[in-house]
């Protein structure tokens, strides 16, 4: 069982990233988690009065969230049942913030990602580079996508799930997350697979896949179906489906015809790979997909040395 006890929403304290800390605050109370506002600034940039009063902006920006969702406004985030507290952190983004949360056994980071031209595509984003080095699940929200918290109540209305699966350990954590998810707002879970393309025929008359392409495509839907508990089934409506051609746009592909609210995915399956010349599978999915992303990332706090000394050279590079 995955038990969410504690949550990270980093902010920069614009309205775009308050979209971000509004699911936040809403896993948050639906999982009676401590969450914690952060803040990063740049090293040796904040002496104490300025770190000071970066936390009672943070501190508003909570509190008029909570107003926004329907909140008293003159009701403290404490007195509504919510335990959190406002953090300012020192150093690069990516560096502060996956440290942050391993130092504070963090569960879930809950963060924004602004929506990327084609051409910036290859120096990344934060919440992408966070997702490649954090010690925990990401999820990531985008401007312009489906929403599935409520604007004024801030009630959360998941009701499709889409796990990308391609039977490695970490697509396994991302269908764990997406069965926890199902189970508490009984929404239908959609699980897919995706073969890599045949070779081109050469007869355009072939109408029939040969048998072992179609060996390929049942073993699939059979090992999707059985990668489902059968206690699952008596809570949730799952389906299957296997795929052919590129990961990532059979993915947005399926997302979009389906209406999918969350796309779960893993990072260092076969079929998901994070190191690519073009952006992996996971960087496109999490730029162009029509709803929030969901990575799991089962790294351990004593990775996040190495993982950091990774992000630092690679950002020394750009």
């Given at each position: 069982m995955i038990n969410i006890e504690r949550i990270l929403c980093p902010t920069d304290l614009t309205p775009d990233?308050?979209?971000a800390l509004r699911y936040g605050l809403a896993l948050a109370r639906a999982y009676n988690?401590?969450?914690?506002?952060c803040h990063c600034v740049p090293p040796a940039g904040a002496d104490a009065g300025e770190r000071e009063y970066i936390k009672r902006l943070l501190e508003r920006s909570i509190v008029r969230r909570m107003r926004d969702l329907g909140r008293d406004p003159e009701c403290a985030p404490g007195a509504a049942n919510l335990n959190w507290e406002a953090l300012v952190i020192e150093g690069d983004p990516v560096v502060a913030i996956t440290q942050e949360a391993a130092e504070r056994r963090v569960d879930l980071i809950c963060m924004r990602s602004r929506r990327r031209p084609y051409e910036a595509a290859l120096l990344g984003s934060t919440a992408e580079s966070i997702c490649r080095t954090a010690p925990c699940p990401v999820l990531v929200t985008h401007?312009?996508?489906r929403e599935w918290v409520n604007l004024r109540s801030g009630e959360i209305d998941l009701r499709r799930l889409l796990v990308a699966h391609d039977f490695s350990d970490d697509s396994e954590l991302a269908l764990s997350y997406g069965l926890l998810l199902a189970q508490e707002y009984q929404a239908e879970l959609h699980l897919?697979?995706?073969l890599p393309p045949r070779p081109r025929q050469e007869a355009?008359?072939?109408a029939w896949l040969p048998a072992s392409d179609e060996d390929a495509f049942k073993k699939a839907a059979r090992c999707l179906k059985s990668s489902i508990p059968a206690e699952a089934l008596m809570?949730?409506?799952?389906?299957?489906?296997?795929?052919?051609?590129?990961?990532?746009r059979e993915i947005l592909a399926y997302a979009e015809e389906n209406e999918i609210d969350l796309i779960c995915m893993g990072v260092r399956g076969a079929g998901f790979g994070m190191r690519a010349l073009f952006g992996s599978n996971v960087d496109r999915v999490l730029r162009q997909a029509p709803c929030p992303v969901?990575?799991?990332r089962p790294l351990r706090p004593s990775d996040i040395q190495r993982q950091?000394?990774?992000?630092?050279?690679?950002?020394?590079d750009v």
């Open positions: 990233s308050d979209e988690a401590h969450l914690f506002l401007p312009r996508e897919i697979h995706v355009p008359e072939i809570w949730c409506e799952a389906k299957v489906a296997v795929r052919e051609g590129n990961p990532y969901l990575i799991a950091t000394s990774y992000v630092r050279r690679e950002t020394s």
